[in-house]
């Protein structure tokens, strides 16, 4: 793709990675590929915000180019270091070495450690330093933790336009580059995968962020984050909808997730999901092997409770489960309520390795666990069944 003007002289110059299907490692599956988004800014000093990902950079430099020669760009914004926004930097340092670099001292020194940096020019800034480009100033607002110690963002207040590098992104490669260009329920859903996936954990300080933006009082008409699509139809939408997942607000619907052995801890499942829906309570059911992690931990960010379980070997629950219980333990989901529930032969030991795991994330463990030795015969499946029922009230 080309260059696309996203407000008077300034241009989306980035690149779409149609392929791209694992971010962060294998675990966060990127179904619908990516954008690397960097923008122009053409005026007195022409600006460049943030690079991409370095297989990539040669369709960077073509699109400056289709706009203007990057010798001239005299300003080099640098949001964030992580290599699928700052690996192109070397080749247009090396095209336009008399740049200066405006980003935080933490991302000065992260480059440093990333990059050959000998005459790069680093101009150093914090939160409210501005820099003037010419008819248009920069303002910068430091992000640390959002999602990296050297994150900011930059505003532009002559055109109501905030980047925020990595903050309301979305994994999602598209020929859309606008809100208003796609469907909605797909935009919304990436950008919620997105959230669940990356910046969980850090929900404390996306809360507190969102508070000092709105006391800044800053008007913004457009968002254009750093991966996906630009918010200019409703840039109010992703801010709520970041509100509203940092909360942990959740909704009244519940996940079972399980692995099996022989099938027993199957016929559970069936049960517990029958019985959660049978008092209304809006149900989804994922056996672990045939699901994707990332998927679950999206749906994390809507259901306020998960019920765990697993057939019991060696007196512990079916390894199939561990990724999936240790990304919970690493993302720490706000505010959710769990229980647990096995078959088991000889010994026991699945049920209690579950909660442990659970409280260990955070999970608040609701309800005793649901322990049935061999195979569930009628009335333990009626027992299951009204065990999920009994759930059903935590989430009331
Ligand atoms: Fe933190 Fe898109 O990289």
Known sequence: MSSVEIKKGIYWVGVVDWDL????????????????????????????VDAVFAPFVGELIENIRSVVDPAKIEYVVVNHIETDHAGGLPEIMKLAPKAKILCTGKAKAGLEKHFQ???????????GDTVSIGSRTQTFLEAPMLHWPDSMFTYIGEEELLMPNDAF???????????????PHILMEEAAKYYANILYPLSRMVLKKLEEV????????????????????????????????ASGEGEAKALVVYETMWGSTSTMARAITDGLISQGIETRQYKISASDYSDIIRQMLDARLVVIGSSTIHRHFL?????????????KPVKRMGAAFGSYGWSKGAVGAIEENLKKAGIDVVQEGLEILWVPDDEEIKRCFEWGQ?????LK
């Not at 940096?117 to 939160?127: A, E, L, M, S």
């Not at 390894?319 to 993302?331: I, K, V």
């Open 21 to 48: 299907r694992y971010f962060h490692g294998p675990t966060y599956t990127t179904h619908k590929g990516t954008s690397y988004n960097s923008y122009l800014i053409m005026d007195e000093h022409v600006t460049l």
């Open 214 to 245: 709105k006391g800044m009082n800053i008007p913004i008409s457009m968002i254009a984050p750093s991966h996906g699509i630009i918010w200019r139809g409703d840039p109010g939408k992703i801010i709520q909808a970041y509100q509203r997942w």
């Open 117 to 127: 940096t000998d005459g790069w020019d680093f101009n150093v800034v914090k939160t």
């Open 169 to 183: 992104g979305q994994h999602l490669a598209s020929s859309a580059r606008f809100d208003d260009e796609i469907d």
């Open 390 to 394: 009994s759930l059903a009230a935590s």
């Open 319 to 331: 390894a199939s489960l561990s990724p999936l219980l240790e990304e919970f333990n690493c993302l």
